[in-house]
């Protein structure tokens, strides 16, 4: 289901004036071909909305669109199917109290929303179906795969297991529906793609959570969502859990418990006041938080620390979208070096923070360090993500774009900065794909 109304409802593509439903008033498409290629999908949704006067939440829509699509399959999402969701676990005899009163909203809402002329479900399982969503949903990206756009469940997905440090990572590849050449034409997909080799009879695993956080942590992100306790390796013994809280030494000498103390539990109160600044869109209070922030982990915390690392990151982000494109860079190298000694080498998360900073240094007119990064970006995202995803595709450009500019910087610097130094101030765009300030990929 999707959140956004400046994303097409079929192809996930951003659109800055996308076409929306004349009926619903709620699916936004690119144009009218998207949009007949989404009506098999959307018009029972599309009435149902006409009928409430509002579109419902979108656990109820994900409900609802995946008993509409059953029904048309026999109780299959998808051909190829392996499992039913009839035999997936929901988990609701372990739900928190909390967690079930949440349930029984999203079950009261979908049977308000649930047309009356469609077939009916009790009451016993539609919760079945949100308990099923609510542990194995997945998040669905944008078609660049950088912004969150709402979730989906994939059957097949749900019978592969968890592991912090996986062998397999799942990807959602939006294809190319609007290619009219059958060869260029693609489907939209989930993808399970190795990231290295896997030996015969080896179990296949992907990570459930972000694996930058230390393993109680991560245990217990997954106890709260999937209601298991991890006993991976890397859980089971604290494996790389020492770099994430690590301090540094001078002469070496740590510094004192009390000291170390003083730094965590001040920067916990910054990273709150932090995103309460950017969620009120208060940008340069953000900076100026991070900049106190900084000042005290800096000669306490070591560069892999996760502390410092989020207020790396914050501080990168904000600062490149204030075009301050220089400190922006020096933050994202130093963000850069902690997460390559944290992050599995095939990780897509490090691939894409790979990525941003790359953009972020051509930016700056760093582009030694920017073109590196980007190939980096492009060697992990070859694995991660496929050479037919359109980020892949869009970084291929970028690395041919970094690649032609590197030369011409290495023939004659000068001419290099003063040529950049033009466009720049002329604001002008040469053949299209020529770009001395490329968009920086994300939401900031």
């Known amino acids: 289901m999707y959140q956004f109304m400046n994303v097409c409802h079929n192809c996930f593509r951003r659109q800055a004036n996308p076409h929306r439903c004349a009926q619903c008033k709620f699916a936004y498409y690119c144009d009218r071909t998207c949009q007949r290629a989404a009506w098999d999908e959307h018009k029972l949704e599309c009435a149902a909305i006409r009928q ?20 048309r399959h026999t109780s299959k999402v998808s051909d190829g199917q392996l499992t039913t969701l009839d035999l997936l676990e929901d988990h ?26 469609s077939k009916q479900f009790g009451v016993e399982y539609i919760s079945h179906i949100f308990g099923v969503i609510k542990c194995n949903g997945f998040t669905v990206s944008d078609q660049k795969g950088l912004q969150a756009v709402g979730v989906g469940i994939f059957p097949n997905l749900c019978l592969v297991n968890h592991d912090c440090w996986p062998n397999c990572t799942v990807i959602l590849n939006h294809g190319n529906q609007t290619a009219l050449d059958a060869a260029l034409h693609s489907q939209r997909r989930i993808e399970l793609r190795a990231l290295g080799n896997i030996a015969e009879g080896e179990e296949l695993t ?25 006993k991976c390796e890397h859980c089971s013994k604290g494996i790389k859990d020492d770099l994430m809280m690590a301090v540094k030494e001078k002469d070496g000498k740590k510094p004192s418990a009390e000291l170390v103390k003083e730094v965590t539990d001040f920067s916990v109160q910054k990273l709150a006041k932090i995103e309460e600044a950017r969620t009120a869109g208060n940008f340069h209070e953000v900076i100026k938080i991070c900049h106190e922030c900084l000042e005290k982990q800096e000669p306490v915390l070591a560069d892999t620390h996760l502390y410092l690392l989020r207020v790396l990151r914050i501080a990168s982000e904000v600062l490149s979208y204030l075009q301050i494109f ?18 599995h080498p095939n990780n897509a998360q490090l691939g894409m923070a790979t990525m941003r900073a790359g953009v972020i240094h051509w930016h700056a007119g760093l582009i030694e360090a920017g073109h590196g990064m980007i ?6 995202l070859m694995i991660t993500h496929g050479p037919h995803h359109p980020m892949t595709k869009d970084l291929e450009s970028m ?8 030369r011409l910087f290495k023939e004659n610097e000068h001419v290099y ?15 299209g794909a020529h770009i001395w300030a490329p968009k920086v990929f994300g939401h900031w």
């Open 52 to 71: 409430q006067g509002r579109a419902p939440s979108e656990n109820v829509r994900l409900a609802a669109r995946t008993l509409w699509r059953m029904q």
């Open 92 to 117: 609701i005899s372990d739900m928190a109290p909390e967690d079930l009163k949440e349930l029984q909203v999203d079950v009261q809402k979908f049977l308000e929303y649930w047309p009356r002329k």
């Open 206 to 230: 992907v990570s459930y959570v972000d694996f930058l956080n230390v393993s109680k942590d991560r245990q217990q992100l997954l106890k709260q969502q999937y209601y298991f306790h991890c």
């Open 326 to 343: 220089q400190e922006a860079a020096e933050y994202a190298r130093r963000m850069m070096e902690g997460y390559r000694k944290l992050y």
């Open 375 to 380: 190939c980096k970006a492009y060697a992990i």
């Open 399 to 406: 690395r041919t774009q970094t690649e032609m500019e590197l």
């Open 417 to 431: 900065h003063s040529m950049r130094e033009a466009v720049l101030t002329c604001k002008t765009q040469r053949n």
